[in-house]
C-alpha cells in the first residue's frame, strides 16, 4: 500500500509542478506525507478491527504476494489491498494524461509566440528608417511583450524531448505496473472464489515482485541517456 500511494504522491506533485509551479507542488509536502503514511495506517487499522467484529481468528498472516492479511479475511486483501492500487494506478494514468496535454500545449504556443515575436522585430525593422505615425506604432507589441514571447520560446526549448521522454516514461510505468501486479491481483481473486492458481501464474507473480523495484529507476535511467544522445546529437 506505500508503495503505490507514494508512487501516486509523486506523480501528483509532477503534476502540480507542471500545471501550476513547483512552488504550489512544494505547498502541500506535508499532505503528500500524510496521505502516502496514513493510508496504510488507516487501513491496518480497520483490519485489526475486523478481528474482534468477525471472530475468524488473526487478521494478519504470512506475507504472500506481498499482502500481510491472513487467508481467513481473503476479501479484504481486495478490498484494503489490491483496489486501492488499481485506483491509483489509474489515477497516475489520469495525470500522466494530463502531463501530457499540458506540455504539447505549452510547446505548440511557444513555438507560436516565436514566429510572432519574429514578425514583429521584422515590422519595427522596416519601420525604423522612417517617421512613423503614432497609430501604426501603437500597432505593434510592446517590446516587454516580445521580450516575453521570447523567454517563452527559449522556456520551451527542446519540447519535443520533453514530450518524447514523458511518452515512454508513461508506456514504461503503464506496463511495469501491469506486469508486476496483475498475476497477484488474478490470483487473489481466483483464490477468493475458491479456485487454486497455476504453477505459471505463480511464476509470474514471482517475476513481476522481482522486477517491481526496477521500472522507475530504470525508466529514469534511460529517458536520461535518451536524453543526453538527442542534446549531443542535435549540438553537432
Request: charged share 15%.
Amino acid at each position: 500500500m506505500g508503495m503505490t500511494s507514494f508512487s501516486f504522491c509523486i506523480t501528483l506533485y509532477c503534476y502540480l509542478t507542471v500545471a501550476y509551479s513547483q512552488k504550489v507542488a512544494d505547498k502541500y509536502w506535508i499532505y503528500y506525507f500524510c496521505y502516502g503514511w496514513g493510508l496504510g495506517a488507516l487501513f491496518t487499522a480497520l483490519l485489526l478491527a475486523m478481528g474482534p467484529i468477525l471472530h475468524r481468528g488473526n487478521v494478519i498472516g504470512d506475507a504472500t504476494f506481498e499482502c500481510w492479511i491472513a487467508p481467513a479475511y481473503q476479501e479484504y486483501r481486495i478490498w484494503f489491498m489490491f483496489l486501492p492500487m488499481w485506483i491509483h494506478f489509474g489515477l497516475i494514468l489520469l495525470m500522466y494524461a494530463r502531463i501530457f496535454v499540458k506540455v504539447r500545449r505549452v510547446n505548440h504556443d511557444g513555438k507560436e509566440a516565436s514566429f510572432q515575436g519574429d514578425e514583429v522585430e521584422s515590422g519595427r525593422s522596416s519601420c525604423s528608417s522612417t517617421k512613423t505615425d503614432p497609430a501604426i506604432s501603437s500597432s505593434f507589441p510592446s517590446q516587454d511583450r516580445t521580450r516575453r514571447a521570447t523567454e517563452t520560446t527559449v522556456h520551451t526549448g527542446g519540447g519535443h524531448l520533453k514530450v518524447n521522454k514523458l511518452i515512454f516514461r508513461t508506456a514504461i510505468v503503464t506496463l511495469g505496473y501491469l506486469v508486476s501486479w496483475t498475476p497477484a491481483t488474478v490470483v487473489r481473486i481466483i483464490a477468493l472464489y475458491g479456485g487454486k492458481a497455476s504453477f505459471l501464474a505463480n511464476v509470474l507473480i514471482a517475476l513481476g515482485f522481482s522486477a517491481a523495484g526496477l521500472w522507475n529507476s530504470g525508466t529514469f535511467f534511460v529517458s536520461w541517456y535518451y536524453m543526453r544522445s538527442e542534446v549531443k546529437h542535435g549540438s553537432k
